[in-house]
Every structure is written in structure tokens, then in C-alpha cells.
């Protein structure tokens, strides 16, 4: 599997971007998606994810109401429509992929089969 992120740029605070992961290859119908996202000397951290349905969705208590993951599987293609931006939120976003989607495991990385690039992110004060 293949995933391709883009629509990272530089956004004032208080605006919003939206996210796309396009993926390719070897995609199953019980592939969960998420984003993850890692600050300049942080570790990278869960930010969502989805099931493969969509019927299953979680966030990180930071951007929870301000953040929406959907997923296009026609297009096998996941969204982060990312608004309200804080400076907080500067970091490079990856998307990755996963079998079905756990309440145990949903914000583990090393639940997490394949990643894409990375999108970078900035959001200034």
C-alpha cells in the first residue's frame, strides 16, 4: 500500500486546511486510516483515525471540535479538514494505514502498517 499526503501549506491562526491521503496499491475493504502529526523535536503523535466504514472515529483530546476525518473509499482517499488553527498545531502530518480499526490500538503508531510521506503544516500567530 501507498499513501500519498498533500494540502499542507502555511495558514494564519484561526484558519483551516484540509488534508487529502490518497492510497494506492494493495488497499483492503478493512483498511483503517489516521493521521498522526510530529512537532519539530517531538515525537509524533496520534491526531485521528477512522474505520474503513467510517461508523468508527476517534481524535486526540487537542484537536477534538476542531478536526474532522472523513474518507472517500470510492477514491480510497481520507480527508483531515483541519479548522480553528492554533500555532500548536505546526508540525509535519503523515497519514497511515492500518487492518481494522480497535478501540485498544486506535492511537498506537505501531498499530500502523503503512505511512505515507508527510505534509507539512505551519500555522503562524
Known amino acids: 500500500v501507498q499513501l500519498q499526503a498533500s494540502g499542507g501549506g502555511l495558514v494564519q491562526a484561526g484558519g483551516s486546511l484540509r488534508l487529502s491521503c490518497a492510497a494506492s496499491?494493495?488497499?483492503?475493504?478493512?483498511?483503517?486510516m489516521g493521521w498522526f502529526r510530529q512537532a519539530p523535536g517531538k515525537e509524533r503523535e496520534f491526531v485521528a483515525a477512522i474505520s474503513w466504514s467510517g461508523g468508527s472515529i476517534y481524535y486526540a483530546d487537542s484537536v477534538k471540535g476542531r478536526f474532522t476525518i472523513s474518507r472517500d473509499n470510492a477514491k480510497n482517499t481520507v480527508y483531515l479538514r483541519m479548522n480553528s488553527l492554533k500555532p500548536e498545531d505546526t508540525a509535519v502530518y503523515y497519514c497511515?494505514?492500518?487492518?481494522?480499526?480497535?478501540?485498544?490500538?486506535?492511537?498506537?503508531?505501531?498499530?500502523?502498517?503503512?505511512w505515507g510521506q508527510g505534509t507539512l503544516v505551519t500555522v503562524s500567530s
Open positions: 496499491g494493495r488497499t483492503s475493504s478493512s483498511d483503517a
Open positions: 497511515a494505514a492500518r487492518g481494522p480499526l480497535y478501540s485498544s490500538s486506535y492511537d498506537r503508531r505501531g498499530a500502523y502498517d503503512y
